[in-house]
């Protein structure tokens, strides 16, 4: 279980969260929803400790992360694989040796364990037959899926997605949905999702929470998301044409 | 961890809080970036692992024999102007067999490393801080920390070892073409046959300069490593933040060599 407890991150005179608590159950999909710059990603990042609250604290299984450093931030955050919006591959390593990295880095595996190892992850996002491929020559999905192949290849417990369909067609779009449900049914994990595209959150998550003006303004199941009374929630689905509820079941289904 | 949060100061009020923030950032800096060394440093052991010993003899591919060409011609042509600014003047005095003396101490103890040293702070510093700079806005660094792969270990110290190890031999190398490139204008110019110029030219030099050059070489290279690494890990904001680290890079390196070169010297030669 992640928790946010009072937590507080300011950058420079902008509060972009303000006293936030927030419970990421195990086992579920969490959305976090909301407009560009309110502190989505930031969330994301505090709970793997590549940002450190400047009040609050926050704890994964109990462990308070936000205060580890060195070689026990470092077996805490084993525990978690992470999809950044870019993909983060590393350029001058083929997609096959960025979703082998960790392995070689951290583990003793041989080197045909490794491989196998890797196939079958790419196999999973559907990168089969790109191994050799170099992470300039693909498009911008097939980099995401390259970047979560390697988020996943250590069989994480939690995955965060850092903006999964930013960038994508409506079809890339639904694939990355896909893969992240299906990962979730293959391997049982939590995970947090970030993300302003409100059809993709309704289609994968369990429960989505609003982000707004640094506080968390509305969490709830889909089904009782998109009947919110909340101003701020209220416009974020108009603004996306969602306005009742058949038009993302239609569209999920 | 280097990954840190980013820093906002508001503007200065006064020119007490402008002086305070000048003295205190660049210590700041040069703190981290001694811990970043420090970091490399621990992950030394690292080296002989497979691909660390890979990545550390590519760096030293990249690093030193893709700068021959041009430290070549720096060594030659720093040469070659010693033994002619030297030779006009020792001519008068009817001393122009002594150029190699001058051309050999100057390249030796100051000239081989410092040159050496500033192309590679211009040529290899810059490189990395560029490819560190944009991985680091490329979320690629964050990458390896939640992978909990040590950017230090993974990236740094690489590099580390394959400037130390380059930086020395590179600044031998210099030395040699300098001394030889002084001959040649010794020879054609001068007219100071090449027996005279090479028997001058090791009369007085022993092998503590031969030691201190290339000890000072090293310590370049290393700094060049911690700087432009460093600077890298720093860049914020795209494109624009990547070219100030490389152009921080470039600065602090070419200051820094100057700095440490002057109290190396002063404390093997005072």
Known sequence: ?253 | MIIRDPEFYPPPENPVTWLGRATVNPCRGAGRAVLLFLAALKAMPHVFGKRARKETVYQMFTMGIKSLTVLSVVAAFTGMILALQTGIELRRFGQEENIGTAVMMSMVREMGPFMTGLILAASVGSAIAAQMGTMMVQEEIAALEVMSINPARFLVMPRLVAMALMTPLLSFYSCILGVVGGGVVGYTQLGVPWGVYFDNAMLYVVNRDLFVGMLKALIFGVMIVVIACHQGFSARNGAVGVGNATRRTVIISFLSILLVGYFVTRLFYY
């Open chain 1, 1 to 253: 279980m992640i928790r946010l407890e009072q937590v507080t991150k300011q950058f420079g005179g902008n509060r972009v969260l303000d006293k936030v608590d927030l419970e990421v159950r195990d086992g579920e999909t969490l959305v976090i929803v909301g407009p560009s710059g309110v502190g989505k990603s930031v969330t994301l990042k505090l709970m793997v400790r590549l940002l450190t609250p400047d009040q609050g604290r926050v704890t994964v299984n109990g462990e308070i992360i936000s205060a580890l450093d060195g070689r026990s931030l470092e077996i805490a955050r084993e525990k978690f694989g992470m999809l950044f919006q870019g993909g983060a591959l590393l350029q001058w390593l083929t997609v096959g040796e960025n979703v082998a990295l960790p392995l070689r880095e951290k583990t003793n595996l041989s080197e045909a364990e490794i491989v196998a190892r890797v196939r079958e992850k790419l196999e999973l996002v559907g990168l089969q037959d790109d191994y050799e491929k170099w992470p300039a020559d693909l498009s911008g999905g097939m980099r995401k899926r390259a970047g979560l192949a390697r988020a996943v290849v250590e069989n994480p417990r939690i995955i965060l997605y850092d903006e999964p369909t930013s960038g994508l067609d409506p079809v890339s779009s639904r694939l990355i949905d896909d893969l992240i449900n299906s990962l979730r049914r293959q391997m049982n994990v939590t995970s947090v999702v970030v993300t302003h595209d409100l059809h993709s959150a309704l289609a994968i998550g369990d429960r989505i929470t609003m982000i707004n003006d640094g506080a968390i303004v509305e969490t709830a199941s889909p089904a009782r998301f998109i009947e919110s009374k909340n101003p701020a929630v209220k416009q974020f689905l108009a603004a996306q044409y969602i306005t009742r509820r058949g038009v993302w079941e239609e569209g999920s289904s």
